[in-house]
């Protein structure tokens, strides 16, 4: 479990300095703002220093959200009212709430109600934003293909070990049909890719773990992809097909050892398919 920490702990540490400079769903809310405050309603109106200014005011009222300061559903000032008050323009405002938008803390209302209000971000919202997230780091070299075999052996293989205590009949049956569907020789290599997504996706779900199901959503939704994308010239379907199919036969028999056994031998071929990969294109 110590290994599964450090990846976990590697991974939100790269994935701060990113948010900063992207804008997107922000990990820290940290307080970056002049000491003189002055409240209306639940939102304190810090005099924000110009550099940065969107993001501090976005850090600002997703600050005030966190705290209940901001509720659910309740209406934020206007474009105009914002853009006094913090002593900025309605382009810096306009910028903040797409900031914000993009977070999924507001969301637009048109109409003579209309106007930004405060919602909730779902568990599929935050989700979803890792997967980006997790996408763009592999894009600029920040995750290497070894940081993604060593990841997901070491995360799901605690789903593998959740699954073969928890699954059901039902996420057994799941897999199955995928894995009835991955032995089809018509299916194109999408369609074999998406299966292989959505086994390990049945996988996961089977441990019952919502923390797990959370963090897997990266490495299933986003890594294995592009995973599949290096190696799917090389690599054998049928190979793949067997690698699932112990996985599963070892969950449906409750043996954690087995089915991490089989998971790591899948996470090992896939690595040698990687090598083989490169190794054609710099042949």
């Known amino acids: 479990m110590q290994k599964v920490y450090q990846i976990i702990e590697r991974l939100f540490g790269v994935v701060r300095p990113l948010i900063d400079d992207y804008g997107c769903a922000d990990l820290e809310g940290a307080a970056l703002f002049m000491t003189v405050q002055r409240k209306t309603t639940g939102l304190e109106f810090d005099d924000v220093v110009t550099t940065s ?19 659910v559903d309740e209406r934020l000032p206007s474009e105009d009212e914002l853009a006094v ?6 382009p810096t405002i306009r910028e903040a709430l797409k900031r914000l ?4 803390l507001i969301r637009s209302r ?6 930004n209000f405060v919602t909730a971000p779902t568990a599929v919202d935050a ?5 980006n997230m997790t996408t763009l780091m592999v894009a600029v070299g920040h995750i290497s293909l070894d940081d993604m075999a060593t990841a997901r052996l070491e995360l799901e293989s605690v789903c593998c070990r959740l699954a073969c205590q928890q699954r059901t009949q039902a996420d057994l049956d799941a897999m199955n049909v995928e894995i009835g569907l991955q032995k089809k020789s018509a299916l194109t290599d999408e369609e074999f890719c998406a299966a292989d997504v959505r086994f390990h996706r049945a996988l996961v779900n089977a441990g019952g773990n919502a923390v797990m199901k959370f963090l897997m959503h990266s490495v299933v939704e986003a ?29 449906e028999e409750r043996d954690e050892e087995a089915a991490v056994k089989a998971l ?12 083989e990969s490169f190794a054609r294109r710099t042949a």
């Open 53 to 71: 200014a969107a993001k501090q005011i976005a850090e600002s009222v997703r600050g005030a959200i966190l705290e209940g300061r901001l509720k």
């Open 85 to 90: 008050r913090f002593k900025v323009s309605r």
């Open 101 to 104: 938008a993009a977070q999924h």
């Open 110 to 115: 048109r109409g003579p109600a209309g106007g």
């Open 127 to 131: 989700a979803f934003s890792l997967a």
């Open 223 to 251: 890594l294995q992809p592009i995973s599949n994308m290096v190696i799917y010239r090389v690599r054998e379907r049928q190979a793949i097909v067997s690698y699932h199919k112990r996985i599963l036969a070892a969950v």
């Open 264 to 275: 790591a031998d899948l996470v090992a071929y896939t690595q040698d398919s990687y090598r």
